[in-house]
């Protein structure tokens, strides 16, 4: 008997896998090529597009569409934020990465003036000013603007004593490392703008921070004790200068006074003089009616004598009340 050739059943199945295949694949490329042509940028920031590596333009923010497959590339750099960098020490959860100091420890500890340590923390805050400088001019321009503080924090520093650093020193350190700064970020071309260098923490080193801080007790007790002998110096002084200037004005004005009555007297005998030359009974007569008026007011009563009575004693009604 001779054996046939079986071929096995062929199962119809409701769907071929290979048929989605291709599909699947270009759709998935489709959609990674759209998502690769739009970048999303925040409004504090602007996009530094580049072709194949090459610098294009600065893109504002917004949705901005670049060729997609990596020939495009924009990179977000945050030109409207406030930059921060921490020297001495870190700020737990900044967001900035390079915020942190690589060895806070060997940053804060400076040599002054006088070859005394002093224990510095402070911060620097700036602004990417030329997106294009910050991501092409200077390889990693904040590394380099870290750099840059620190030695001009140590060079403002040494310039000064111990007691100037812990001190009345701080506002001129923080004003001459700040235009230091500046400069030197304008002139490595950097692309940022240094907008502030402050102080945080200045101290001795641990071992004499005792020391120093009795030292600075009795400076500000004996400021204190200039502040108060200069307070009672300005409120006993003025009063006793207005006090002078009081009885000096007084002196003056009575001086004047006098004078200007004596020159007044002078000139009125003056005048009578000359009008006594001209007629003499006359003058004589005035003068004694003046004075007369001048007196008789002040008389409390006056009894008026008639030269010509003829009784020996007149009769005066004394207990008559005078009006």
């Known amino acids: 008997m001779a054996m046939k050739n079986i071929t096995p059943p062929q199962f119809n199945m409701p769907g071929n896998p290979g048929r ?22 925040p409004t504090d920031s602007a996009g530094v597009l580049t072709r194949f590596g090459r610098f294009v333009e600065v893109v504002k923010p917004g949705l901005r569409f670049k060729l997609p497959l990596g020939i495009d590339v924009i990179a977000i750099v945050p030109v409207e934020r406030r930059l921060t960098l921490d020297f001495g020490f870190s700020t737990p959860g ?25 224990l ?51 506002q001129e350190i923080e004003t001459e490392a700040l235009t230091r700064l500046q400069a030197l970020a304008k002139r490595y071309g950097l692309g940022l703008t240094v907008m502030n260098v402050q102080l945080q923490n200045v101290h001795p080193p641990k071992a004499v921070q005792a020391s120093f801080s009795e030292v600075n007790q009795a400076q500000q007790e004996k400021q204190q004790a200039i502040n108060l002998a200069n307070g009672e ?32 007297d002078a000139g009125r005998f ?54």
Do not use: C
Not at 251 to 259: I, T
Not at 289 to 310: F, N, S
């Open 20 to 41: 989605l295949v291709a599909p699947a694949i270009l759709a998935l490329f489709a959609l990674w090529f759209a998502l690769s042509s739009f970048t999303s940028i």
């Open 270 to 323: 003056n005048a009578t003089l000359a009008e006594y030359l001209k007629s003499p009974e006359v003058t004589r007569q005035r003068l004694y009616l003046e004075t007369m008026q001048e007196v008789l007011p002040l008389l409390a009563r006056k009894i008026v004598l008639d030269e010509k009575a003829g009784q020996i004693f007149p009769l005066l009604q004394l207990d008559q009340k005078t009006k």
């Open 233 to 264: 110096y300005n409120k006993v002084i003025p009063r006793a200068k207005g006090e002078a200037l009081r009885k000096v004005s007084a002196a003056d004005g009575y001086a004047a006074k006098r004078v200007n009555e004596a020159k007044g």
């Open 94 to 118: 900044a967001t900035n990465p390079n915020q942190h100091p690589d060895d806070p420890e060997a940053e804060r500890n400076i040599v002054t003036g006088d070859l005394n340590m002093a």
């Open 120 to 170: 510095i923390e402070w911060i620097v805050q700036y602004r990417i000013e030329d997106p294009e400088k910050f991501k092409f001019h200077v390889i990693e321009p904040e590394q380099t603007l870290r750099d840059g503080g620190e030695a001009v924090m140590r060079e403002v520093v040494g310039d000064r004593t111990i007691d100037e650093v812990l001190t009345i020193g701080r």
